[in-house]
């Protein structure tokens, strides 16, 4: 896990973009109110095929993959209290919104 710490900016004055290994992108808009779990979007046919994974919940990830993350907790992560849900999506495994 990378960390950057950024002072003397205003809220309204930033924008972090990150892109994963798959060259998604994704761009912070706020520091609060978001789920933050990420997805491997690995092959899927059924949601059966997918499955949460990570030490806190936050991945998405195909039943066969094994995801490895550290232990920590963070808000963004409660996949109930944002109304997410992993399963296939386009034959994706991935967060949706429930």
């Known amino acids: 896990m990378s960390t950057v710490e950024i002072r003397g900016v205003k809220e309204e004055d930033f924008k972090v973009t990150f892109t994963d290994f798959n060259g998604e992108v994704k761009e912070i808009k706020s520091l609060e109110g978001e789920f933050c ?3 491997t979007y690995a092959e899927c ?4 095929d ?3 994974a990570g030490c806190s919940g936050q991945v998405c990830a195909g039943v066969k ?3 490895v993350t550290t232990c920590e907790w963070k808000e963004c992560f409660d996949a109930k209290k944002y109304g997410m849900f992993c399963g296939c999506i386009n034959n994706q495994c991935q967060w949706a919104q429930s």
């Open 45 to 48: 046919r059924t949601d059966s």
């Open 37 to 39: 779990g990420w997805s």
């Open 50 to 52: 997918c499955k949460v």
């Open 65 to 67: 993959e094994d995801i």
